[in-house]
């Protein structure tokens, strides 16, 4: 996967950047850990402009979670409760656990989006749910600038500093996103097979 980032980003350039981050922030797996340390790789040897990658991170960042914003409000919370009965292990959620999730959203529904973008994987999720307790878009998006743009900030420095030990460390990135694939699939896993549906009644 590194090598395949790698050239995407020297190839595509700041587009390239902005449709990774996209990417990214649709399909977890795919690690921003990853993306944006490459990205200020690039603009400390000179390829690019540190401003320009800035804008490529946080805006794919940001376009990449409306979907599921929006498909989190389209869905709503009635669907997303028949759905779970249905499929409940495979969505490891039962309607309780929806109920409990939504009540603590709504209590803290700006903090979660805000930190939930400084965390791997919960960057992309943490739209679900704010768009099925019909969090106000605007600030939702707001929420998410600063959360997207102070973990994509950190990575940048992180990659723009590392320049020169770069080729070094590159099999351990290698590494380290193929892990962040394994543990999220070896979750998910976890959580089917210990999946206990509570639910006693059709909704």
Not at 11 to 28: A, C, D, K, Q, V
Not at 42 to 70: E, F, Q, S
Not at 74 to 80: H, K, S, V
Not at 128 to 150: E, K, N
Request: with cysteine; charged share 15%.
């Amino acid at each position: 996967m590194f090598s395949w980032i790698l050239h995407v980003i020297e190839s595509g350039g700041y587009i390239g950047i902005f449709l990774l981050m996209i990417l990214e922030t649709l399909f977890p797996p795919i690690p921003s850990e990853v993306v944006i340390p490459l990205a200020g790789f690039a603009a400390a040897k000179g390829d690019l402009n540190i401003i320009g990658v800035i804008v490529a991170t946080v805006g794919g960042g940001l376009v990449g979670c409306i979907p599921w914003y929006v498909l989190g409000r389209a869905y709503g919370i009635a669907r997303l409760k028949k759905l779970s009965l249905r499929y409940g292990r495979v969505l490891t959620l039962c309607a309780d656990d929806i109920d409990r999730a939504q009540a603590w959203f709504k209590k803290h529904g700006h903090q979660a989006v805000f930190f939930g973008r400084l965390m791997p994987t919960v960057r992309s999720l943490i739209s679900v749910p704010a768009g099925i307790a019909h969090m106000p878009f605007l600030r939702f998006m707001v929420y998410s600038f600063f959360g997207t743009f102070i973990w994509s900030s950190l990575l940048l420095f992180a990659g723009y500093v590392l320049e020169s030990q770069y080729d070094q460390i590159s099999v351990y990135i290698d590494y380290l996103s193929n892990a962040i694939i394994i543990a999220f699939v070896s979750i998910y896993i976890y959580r089917v097979i210990t999946y206990k549906n509570k639910d006693t009644k059709e909704i």
